[in-house]
């Protein structure tokens, strides 16, 4: 889909966001300014394509709000989804080292996203320890989280996998045993790297073994324990 880039309106300032990175309150308010005055902030409709692999990378992006997917592009027919995120998520960080862009990210629904200059982050990360030392962190979990991922997608079953997404989603994105669900049949065989056939079909087995409750996109999860029990069991 091809982007109409939207500027958002009632933009606030990086100096008064009360919804920014805990990185950026490493930050003095001369550096906040600084990549205050080199950002901008992209209003994303559901679908649209928020940035693509292999791409030159001029900007660190951070979502200020909403919901998007990164994915990694394998051919036409089937992507792999790397991390579903959520308001408050950084990304695009793999490209400080040379400024290309490894993954895709997509939003699930009306998002807002803050571009910041990469050079203008690499030059305050270079002049703060603090802030570097955040970013630093911020890498390595989403490196640990990746870790796992991989752990869950080549030793679990397909059962195991699907339960290990739907607590992933509950815990991590929507904070709630019971959300709206965005993503597509396809999308989670993306996530968790089945077919959409064997989606249905566990979804439809967990639904009848009462471990979910699942209505049109509403999904609730009954049964967290069991849920869990079938993730260590694979």
């Keep these: 889909m091809t982007n109409k880039i939207s500027m958002a309106n009632n933009i606030i300032s990086c100096l008064h966001c009360k919804n920014k990175s805990s990185c950026f309150e490493k930050l003095s308010d001369e550096e906040l300014q600084f990549m205050n005055n080199h950002r901008v902030e992209i209003k ?126 509950s815990e991590n994105i929507y904070k709630n045993d019971a959300f709206e669900l965005q993503l597509s049949r396809r999308d989670i065989a993306e996530l968790t790297n089945m077919s959409v056939e064997s989606v249905t079909r566990i979804l439809r087995g967990f639904k009848d073994e009462n471990l979910i409750e699942l209505n049109g996109k509403h999904l609730k999860i009954m049964s967290r324990e069991n849920l869990s029990k079938i993730c260590e069991v694979g």
């Design 44 to 169: 994303f409709k559901k679908g649209e394509i928020i940035c693509k692999q292999g791409s030159m990378a001029s900007n660190i992006m951070y979502l200020k709000n909403g919901l998007a997917k990164l994915y990694f592009e394998k051919n036409k027919q089937k992507n792999l989804i790397l991390r579903i995120i959520s308001t408050g998520s950084m990304f695009a960080l793999p490209s400080i080292s040379n400024n290309i862009l490894y993954y895709s990210a997509m939003s699930y629904e009306d998002s807002h996203v803050c571009m910041i200059d990469i050079d203008v982050f690499k030059n305050v990360m270079n002049n703060n320890a603090k802030f570097a030392s955040e970013v630093v962190d911020i890498i390595n979990e989403n490196t640990i989280q990746g870790y796992e991922r991989m752990y869950c997608l080549t030793q679990n079953h397909l059962s195991g996998r699907m339960a290990n997404i739907l607590l992933c989603l």
